[in-house]
Structure formats: C-alpha cells, structure tokens
C-alpha cells in the first residue's frame, strides 16, 4: 500500500491545534482527514510529526497516510488545496518507503516565534505577540544559552508522558526593526515546551526571574515550577527535518 509523505502549511488562527479531537472542535487534522477521506471516498487516517497548539501555526508540517489508489500524486495535491479551507495549504505530497513515519522517523525540528517590541499592531495580532516592549538581546542570550544540550524539561512541560529528556541543537534570537524572532531547534519538544521557554526569557528580560532560578528549574525539573507561556499566536512550527 503507498505511503505518502506531505509537507502542509496552516494559520493555526481558527483551529483548536492540530490534533482531532470531537466533532465540534475545528482542528487541522480533522479537515485535513475530512478532505482525504472524501477524495478517496474512504476513512483515511493521519499521522503527523506532532501536535500543535490552539492558535499555533505551522510552515513545514509533515504527516503521513497509506491508501490504495490509481490518483496521480500531483493531482491529489491539487485537488486537496481546492477542497480544503484557505488556510490550510499542502505545500507537498510524494510517495516513501513503507517503515516512513512523520513521528517517528523525524531527526529535529525547528521553531520560528515571533514578537514585536514596537506599538501594538492590531492586524498582526493573530500572528505575532504583541509584546510591545524592549528586549534586551545581549542579556536575554545568557539565559538561552542554559537550554542548549540535553536537559530534563519538565520544569518547562504540561506534558503526561515519562521521558521528558530533549536536546536543543541550537537557541538563537535576531531582530529586525521592531520584530524579534526566536529559533528553536531540537530532536523533539513536549507539550507547550516552546512557549514556555519563551515565557521565561522574556520574564528574564524584565527581571521577574533570575539566571540561578533558571538553572534551578532545569536541574531539579518539577512539572507546575514554571507555569507562564508566551501566547500561540507568536509560534510557528518552522521546520521538519528528516
């Protein structure tokens, strides 16, 4: 049976995350099995690289499905984009090896949030945190610096599962004019993990937590010791590396 790999773009903005839930939640999985199941007029099931949040967005998701069908690959792409809602967009479809696995054959992944330091911007407010104040760079790169490498997060989790052992590849922060921009990147993240992470760099910035409490949550992970999270709109799922 094929197995085909897609690469999807989302505006989390009107969804309730990525994942299916009930029927009376709007979630991208949902509409995106919706669409499938009534282009090949059977069930078909999903699997992505993950789950994203309410509000969150996504530039290079990838998940996975198996069906039996004679429809060429570059006409299910284009049929999928004239069915679907206008903001969800398949960028890719190609067909793999039977062991692919969005989940579990991903290698890292990359997140993109984004924040604006100047006035408050009411018709970005749905894609970008509308923070409105200074960030201090040079101070706020000392703390990032701590979640580089291997660590515990569970200090930085909502998350239900055991292992919660991650590895940030690289942390880094650029700005241009009055837009900052965070980039993530590790072999996987547990639940709200990004946001809250962002939510303690900028309490960092505005002195509300200090360098040794940050090093304290990450020695001895407690889930509940830190429970701010910066808002969905800001975070977007960047990359899906494989």
């Not at 809602?85 to 067909?95: F, G």
């Amino acid at each position: 049976m094929p197995n085909y790999k897609v690469k999807v773009s989302y505006n989390g903005t009107n969804y309730s995350g990525w994942a299916k839930q009930n029927d009376n939640v709007k979630t991208i999985q949902n509409e995106i099995e919706l669409t499938l199941s009534n282009i090949f007029q059977k069930e078909i099931n999903i699997f992505a690289s993950g789950r994203t949040d309410k509000y969150v967005h996504a530039i290079d998701q990838c998940f996975n499905f198996k069906v039996e069908s004679n429809i060429p690959v570059a006409s299910i792409k284009k049929i999928c984009n004239l069915k679907l809602e206008k903001d969800i967009r398949i960028n890719s479809i190609q067909i793999v090896g039977d062991k692919f696995h969005s989940r579990f054959s991903i290698i890292s992944k990359v997140y993109l949030y984004k924040i604006n330091v100047g006035k408050y911007n009411l018709f970005e407010r749905n894609h970008v945190y509308q923070y409105n104040k200074d960030i201090n760079l040079s101070k706020i790169k000392k703390a990032m610096k701590l979640f580089i490498g291997e660590n515990n997060f569970l200090s930085f989790s909502t998350t239900e599962v055991e292992n919660t052992i991650r590895k940030i590849e690289s942390f880094t922060v650029s700005k241009k004019n009055n837009y900052v921009f965070f980039k993530i990147k590790g072999n996987g993240f547990l639940r709200n993990m990004v946001r809250m992470i962002i939510a303690c760099i900028l309490n960092y910035n505005e002195d509300n937590i200090s360098h040794q409490e940050i090093i304290n949550l990450l020695k001895n992970p407690k889930k509940g010791s830190s429970i701010d999270k910066a808002p969905g709109c800001g975070l977007y799922l960047y990359k899906t590396i494989y």
